[in-house]
């Protein structure tokens, strides 16, 4: 997705690779925020709430969430729940072999990953290991073969999840690399399909299989995700959001928009501030 500075953008210091296990914030926690940035965030007590591109999820001990670079946060609390934090330059991300880890970061799907309490104290260490080589070395081939392990823990918690599902699938991975570069402009499966080198009926029961949707869904998602960002900051006006979002009108967006959430852009717009 391109890059906005309509939220306040939270930026990695010089440094391409930090962990932290007391509270890391590179900004303003509470208020929504863009992040440059991959980060991996470990909640170490429960209590509270924080936002994902304006879907709220629990604070839990021992759940894990990815968060990657443009997307929306915040932790509306006085003070930052206890977590263990790894955030990442974009070149340390593209560094990561395994393309199913790299998939985890997608945004269509933000719920946690939990940790089994089996493996609780193995991940510890691990994280131990990650704190201990950024506080001498911080030798990045290391860092990132100790963060790689970590992700695929993660990913092998997640065999449930449908990130992870379709994670295992190249042709997804493809087909989802693809929608975040061409939304805007291109809605339809068949593009999409094409592209990829299947049918527009195998790419949706492959999707239906794996991940339980739809391309359709899959780009409402990601237009519903844009549309509230822009929305939020007030910088345009709807009907420009619209024609932005690749919609032919704006009482077409506004159909859209009130069938997803509820609410018209106007209701969305006056309530979240």
Same mark, same amino acid.
């Given at each position: 997705?391109?890059?906005?500075?309509? =939220?306040p953008?939270?930026?990695?210091?010089?440094?391409?690779?930090?962990?932290?296990?007391?509270?890391l914030?590179?900004g303003?926690?509470?208020?929504?925020?863009?992040?440059?940035?991959?980060a991996?965030?470990?909640?170490?007590?429960?209590?509270?709430?924080?936002?994902?591109?304006?879907?709220s999820?629990?604070?839990k001990?021992?759940?894990v969430?990815?968060?990657a670079?443009?997307?929306v946060?915040?932790i509306?609390?006085?003070?930052?729940?206890? !977590?263990?934090?790894?955030v990442f330059a974009?070149?340390?991300?593209?560094?990561i072999?395994?393309?199913?880890?790299?998939q985890? =970061?997608?945004p269509?799907e933000?719920?946690? =990953?939990?940790?089994p309490a089996?493996?609780? !104290?193995p991940?510890?260490?691990?994280?131990?290991?990650?704190?201990l080589e950024? !506080?001498?070395? !911080?030798?990045?081939?290391?860092?990132?073969k100790?963060?790689t392990?970590?992700?695929?823990h993660?990913?092998?918690?997640?065999k449930?999840n449908?990130?992870?599902?379709?994670?295992e699938?190249h042709?997804?991975v493809?087909?989802?690399?693809?929608?975040?570069?061409?939304?805007?402009?291109?809605?339809?499966a068949?593009f999409?399909?094409r592209?990829?080198g299947?049918?527009?009926?195998?790419?949706?029961?492959?999707?239906?299989?794996?991940?339980?949707?739809?391309?359709s869904k899959?780009?409402?998602?990601?237009?519903?995700?844009?549309?509230?960002?822009?929305?939020?900051h007030?910088?345009?006006?709807?009907?420009?959001?619209?024609?932005?979002?690749? =919609?032919?009108?704006?009482?077409y967006?506004?159909?859209?928009?009130?069938?997803q959430?509820?609410?018209?852009?106007?209701?969305?717009?006056?309530?979240?501030h």
């Amino acid at each position: 997705m391109a890059q906005h500075t309509d =939220f306040p953008l939270h930026e990695l210091p010089p440094s391409r690779f930090l962990a932290s296990d007391s509270g890391l914030a590179l900004g303003d926690h509470a208020q929504s925020h863009r992040i440059s940035f991959f980060a991996i965030v470990w909640f170490l007590e429960t209590g509270g709430t924080h936002h994902i591109d304006f879907e709220s999820f629990p604070v839990k001990a021992n759940e894990v969430f990815l968060l990657a670079p443009n997307q929306v946060h915040s932790i509306p609390a006085v003070r930052l729940p206890r !977590a263990r934090t790894i955030v990442f330059a974009h070149d340390v991300f593209d560094r990561i072999d395994e393309p199913h880890l790299r998939q985890l =970061f997608l945004p269509f799907e933000n719920e946690a =990953f939990a940790i089994p309490a089996e493996m609780q !104290a193995p991940l510890t260490h691990l994280f131990d290991l990650i704190l201990l080589e950024c !506080a001498g070395a !911080a030798d990045l081939t290391l860092l990132l073969k100790y963060t790689t392990a970590y992700l695929t823990h993660l990913y092998r918690f997640g065999k449930r999840n449908h990130r992870v599902a379709g994670a295992e699938d190249h042709r997804l991975v493809r087909l989802f690399q693809l929608m975040q570069m061409h939304y805007r402009q291109e809605k339809s499966a068949a593009f999409y399909a094409r592209e990829i080198g299947l049918t527009p009926k195998r790419v949706n029961e492959l999707l239906r299989e794996k991940m339980k949707t739809t391309v359709s869904k899959l780009l409402y998602r990601l237009m519903l995700i844009e549309a509230k960002r822009e929305l939020y900051h007030r910088q345009h006006s709807v009907k420009e959001i619209a024609y932005g979002l690749g =919609f032919s009108d704006q009482s077409y967006f506004a159909r859209f928009f009130k069938k997803q959430t509820g609410l018209t852009p106007e209701e969305f717009r006056a309530g979240a501030h």
